[in-house]
């Protein structure tokens, strides 16, 4: 990854692609063509002052010129990501700290990188020094969200920039901060989902079906995953009450079934059969505890199985994958595909399974994991 200036090298190819000599470029600047020589072969660089006179003369931006571009397309977002991620994974952790604060200052106007790198921040904290070394990067998840908030013009770059400063806040302690954001905010989006419908209507109206079509099935796979995720977060809520998780498990599940969740998002999946596993732990319910551990590794085999952990659609949900490309719809694995197997490993030593270190079904469902690679 770069973050220099090429401002001699791009004047150089400036120059050539119009056919101008050092001579004609240093007599309409007013400077000498040893001065022109010296920018092309990076020796020096011009004086600031004559930046604005350059750009004009090659009719270009002045950004143009220094080879600055303050926005990054989504495949330069997505890739960067993904770059970092595994440096995250095999590198120093405080240099590519380092390296990723580089790029925020470099692209502090572009958004939709700043809310990626938030993410970023927030799937790798942990590898932080524990302690005053991880609230550092959540205050910083927390800083760098709010700016985003309060200089985006993009409505869904900024209320997803809420929700992961909400995520910060929580691993914080900061309850009453989540509470303040969130507690009007969602008593004030009742119209969201109306609005959503609407579009898909309208799109109609234009005779514009296949827009429609994107639009409702975003929709219906965004509801869906939500479902799964609440019902998630339910069971932990509820996991002292053994018979409304055992409800929670059987709607979920049918649910489940009917959209293929395990092919579609074994990732989502796997968190509940987790979830699921815990809970049924917990009551010291062995053969449910065990079942729901084994669906934890069928999803973690199916989510492993590629070379590639990306999220996609289906037959069903045939016109979602270009939606699911954009960085906002995080198609790609959060973390690096190392760091999640090694979580995926710890998930065993959960204090719910302690009376189950005995049982060779679950010594097996750990060797599984094992050899996940």
Not at 287 to 308: N, P, Q, S, T, W
Request: charged share 25%; aromatic share 10%; proline share 2%.
């Amino acid at each position: 990854m770069r973050s220099t200036l090429n401002i001699g090298e791009n004047i150089l190819n400036l120059r050539r692609e119009r056919r101008i000599t050092q001579e004609q470029l240093a007599e309409f600047i007013g400077v000498t063509k040893a001065s022109v020589s010296k920018w092309e072969t990076g020796q020096s660089t011009p004086d600031i002052l004559l930046l604005p006179c350059l750009a004009t003369y090659f009719d270009v931006t002045v950004d143009e010129l220094l080879g600055y571009c303050p926005q990054l397309s989504k495949e330069q977002i997505i890739r960067i990501y993904q770059e970092f991620s595994a440096e995250f994974a095999k590198g120093c952790f405080e240099e590519v700290m380092d390296k990723t604060w580089n790029y925020v200052k470099k692209y502090y106007s572009c958004y939709p990188f700043l809310f990626q790198i938030c993410v970023l921040w927030l799937n790798h904290y942990m590898l932080a020094e524990e302690g005053e070394g991880q609230k550092k990067i959540l205050w910083s998840v927390v800083e760098l969200c709010g700016h985003i908030r309060e200089h985006c013009q993009d409505i869904g770059i900024s209320n997803n920039a809420i929700v992961i400063q909400g995520m910060a806040y929580l691993s914080l302690g900061q309850a009453e901060k989540v509470v303040d954001i969130f507690e009007d905010r969602l008593n004030s989006d009742k119209l969201t989902e109306q609005g959503g419908m609407l579009l898909t209507q309208a799109y109609m109206m234009l005779g514009d079906r296949e827009k429609a079509e994107c639009n409702i099935q975003i929709a219906m796979y965004s509801a869906v995953m939500s479902l799964v995720g609440n019902a998630t977060h339910f069971l932990s809520v509820s996991s002292d009450n053994l018979k409304i998780c055992e409800e929670t498990v059987r709607r979920v599940e049918r649910v489940a079934e009917t959209y293929d969740f395990i092919r579609l998002h074994p990732n989502n999946m796997a968190v509940f059969e987790y979830q699921a596993a815990v809970c049924y732990g917990i009551h010291e319910e062995k053969e449910k505890a065990l079942e729901h551990m084994g669906r934890y590794v069928i999803c973690l085999e199916e989510l492993f199985h590629r070379d590639e952990m990306t999220l996609h659609g289906d037959a069903y949900f045939h016109r979602i994958e270009e939606w699911l490309k954009e960085p906002l719809g995080s198609t790609v694995a959060p973390r690096d595909r190392k760091l999640i197997i090694e979580d995926s490993k710890q998930a065993f030593a959960h204090p719910a399974f302690q009376f189950l270190e005995n049982e060779s079904r679950f010594q097996r469902l750990k060797e599984k994991v094992n050899f996940i690679k």
